[in-house]
């Protein structure tokens, strides 16, 4: 076991039992320093600065310069043999008995930072952004309330992860406010269509992650070979105005109901801190997958997952509970099925899960599911109640992994609507 | 009228009748030179080092390193204000009658090369890509094969410019072969998906234009202010795998059937160059488009199209003769509909236009549409027949508009089909 995932391991960093940032996790992030950047890891609510951290001679074996950086791309880029290696050596920094950084009040002044002091800005430069669709109860449930409650799957769902082109420009950080989209929308028995703000705003609950490796155009990447890519993982709010895309999207896909935003958490948490979650992944017997896709490890990652609307100065509802074991295609197939065609990717690409719904109403992870399409509104404490998401709402998730005593989380995104603008 | 669009201009290059790039196009694109890369123009067939031009003195007002880039972002980015008056410079410093530079061997041996002896290099660092669905000729061929003859067009097309996001990673620039991608096919009268390469790839003719000024997140471009957010325009070949993009697209778009790989030609030509080309856009009474949609100027442009398929060592035959004037939706249309949500654009995105079909079979702007869906194949010079692209098979795309006596065009965006990778 590797110092960084023993669960015994405590820091002399002071880490609350309920915080998703033990000295196991060591994700990776970036906050704003002056007029530029610096790559940080976090433990507890302490923001460490890795440009400090190495220039001050604490961390060896990486050039200082890639955590000088807006993004955390270049660091990636060294590769998971040396990324590794420097998590390794960070958790060894600040376990209990170490003493070199811990005694030296200038050099900790310097780097630590309280969590509450710093703006955490977006962390990855994105390239391209997929998004995928590959919870298995997501897709029923869209199926039913929209085509043959019978037939729900299309034919294709169960022989590969439908996926399809997202917007990279239009991603933003957890605490990015973002006005409420306008655009045409097809009124009910029309067919004039209208041109307004979106009416049935809605969330989607889903997990992201960033590519670390980049290859060749032509080359694909086989099952055996995906970990290797993955560097990372994320919390991504997936927004989508549902009238916006209901009348543009038949028959190229989504466009303007899902780019006029989307939101992801600060800290990319690596594969290899997750590792202690990795769960069996679901039987694939009917159909069988293709060979290219057969998958034989257990490669789904038991991760809590939950959803909270936080109207302006109220209470907070949690509307989700939901698990990202729940994915029927896991983020290996969804790899491989993207670069089968030859499709090449890079440092910095992103992938996201599509909305992670489990079996029943409590675990569905958009309003659209949870409302089922605003028949069954939600009670909120204040009162009122929600088929979809108001002005001034705040949509919190929040995702985490707990085992043996060790929880390991990706903190939360967070994202307020606005009204649209004038 | 500006020097730059003077039709008496003659330059004291040579530059063939034929030729796209007269005195009066000056686009830019990117040549590799040692290690590194320089922002060029071309005349005749001549290329121009525009960091030579600049550092030895011959272009003032412009900093020399936006032309030391590997793409063309920095220069873009400059706005339009100085990178029209860069144009400007150009054309009178090579104008018949200038001798500051003719009269200099030295200088004019340092920065003006043939431009068979250059490799010329993806010309932008593409953000996002955006690929429309603009030709109503298009739509309808495709709407009468795959759905209602009756009723060709789908009820949002006549209402919107239908989009989707595109990936970028694999664009490549004019001269890069492509393997023929593999994936997943289902064979006629079967409900089992098999693996393979391709059977029925294809090529889309379009016209791309990129992004020479950002927006923020939230912002909408008007109709009024779009040609200030549009740099420059080129040729695209979208190309297709059919039988791919068949089966995964429903429901939510092209994937892995377009992201295998699209060409672009290396020169991008400004819109400004293109100001004697503007045309008649056509009527859009039944329906009207929304107010934010309403184009009431002249935004297509008459720029003759075609396309050649060459066999390996074969002659080249021409299969489509079509027009950018054809388009129903203008970009500028697309790119106010594009951020009408709010969503931000950056200098160096791409917007395509969706294939350029014409009224008539030889106008039509793929195998799909000129072959009918593989009924009609088509007759090639060595007797062999298409009904899509074979291996070894290049596909060549030509643009340039004619107006007294002057002809500025895009070369040629080509691009061969190699045998997929075992």
């Known amino acids: 076991m590797s110092a960084a995932n023993d669960p015994t391991l405590k820091s002399w960093i002071e880490v609350s039992p309920d915080s998703d940032f033990p000295i196991q996790n060591i994700p990776f992030g970036v906050f704003k320093k002056g007029k530029g950047h610096r790559v940080a890891t976090i433990i507890g609510d302490t923001v460490i600065d890795l440009y400090e951290l190495t220039k001050r001679g604490y961390l060896t074996g990486v050039d200082a310069n890639v955590f000088k950086q807006e993004f955390i791309n270049d660091f990636m880029a060294l590769g998971k043999k040396k990324t590794n290696k420097v998590r390794e050596n960070i958790s060894k920094l600040f376990k209990h008995s170490s003493r070199k950084l811990k005694g030296n009040d200038k050099d900790r002044k310097a780097m630590l930072h309280p969590v509450s002091k710093v703006e955490l800005t977006m962390p990855i430069r994105i390239g391209d952004y997929t998004d995928f669709y590959s919870s298995r109860d997501h ?47 097809i009124p009910a028995d029309s067919k004039q269509p209208v041109y307004g703000p979106c009416r049935l705003l809605d969330f989607e609950l889903e997990v992201g992650f960033v590519i670390g490796q980049k290859t060749e155009l032509g080359q694909s990447i086989s ?32 466009f303007l109901g899902k780019s006029f935003g989307s939101s992801i958490s600060p800290w990319v948490v690596t594969l290899e801190a997750l590792e202690p979650f990795r769960s069996t992944s679901p039987k694939q017997n009917d159909p069988k997958p293709l060979p290219y896709l057969e998958n034989k490890k257990k490669r789904n990652y038991d991760i809590n997952l939950s959803v909270d609307i936080v109207p302006e100065n109220g209470e907070a509802k949690t509307v989700c509970e939901s698990n990202f074991k729940y994915m029927y295609w896991n983020m290996c197939q969804q790899l491989v099925h993207h670069t089968v065609n030859g499709c090449n990717v890079n440092v910095g690409d992103v992938c996201a899960s599509g909305t992670i719904s489990g079996p029943e109403r409590g675990s569905f992870g958009s309003m659209l599911e949870i409302s089922w399409r605003g028949t069954m509104p939600v009670d909120m404490p204040d009162g009122t109640q929600r088929k979809f998401i108001n002005d001034h709402d705040t949509v919190v998730m929040r995702g985490f992994g707990q085992k043996k005593g060790v929880r390991i989380g990706f903190g939360e995104v967070s994202g307020k609507i606005l009204p649209a603008i004038k």
């Not at 957890?174 to 006005?179: D, F």
């Not at 290797?228 to 009348?247: E, H, T, V």
């Open 223 to 254: 099952m055996d070979e995906a970990e290797d890519f993955i560097f990372g993982l994320f919390l991504f709010n997936d927004w989508s105005a549902r009238d916006i895309q209901k009348w543009e999207y038949v028959p190229l896909g989504p």
């Open 139 to 185: 897709a029923t449930n869209v199926g039913k309330m929209f085509r043959d409650p019978e037939n729900a799957l299309l034919p294709n769902w169960l022989h590969l992860p439908v996926g399809y082109h997202g917007r990279a420009s239009s991603i933003v950080v957890s605490g990015t406010p973002l006005h409420r989209p306008k655009g045409q929308q």
